[in-house]
């Protein structure tokens, strides 16, 4: 599996990172590198509960940044 976060800064200042390949994981953050490990943070713990609910077996996994 390969994951990428992506993020932008909102037009209040804050910094979004999401991860498009894992719906509704997205984190804000005050800085570019605090949103981006909050995604980072979410995601892992998205694919700890489905691997931890039999909903996925395990995988190779690599996060880039886009």
Known sequence: MHFTIEHEREEDGRWLAEVPEL???LAYGATENEAMAKAQ???LRVL???LEN???GP???????A
Do not use: T
Not at 59 to 65: D, E, K, N, R
């Open 59 to 65: 995988q190779p996994i690599s996060i880039a940044v």
């Open 23 to 25: 719906p509704g994981v």
């Open 41 to 43: 943070a979410l995601a």
């Open 48 to 50: 700890a509960e489905r």
């Open 54 to 56: 039999d909903e996925a």
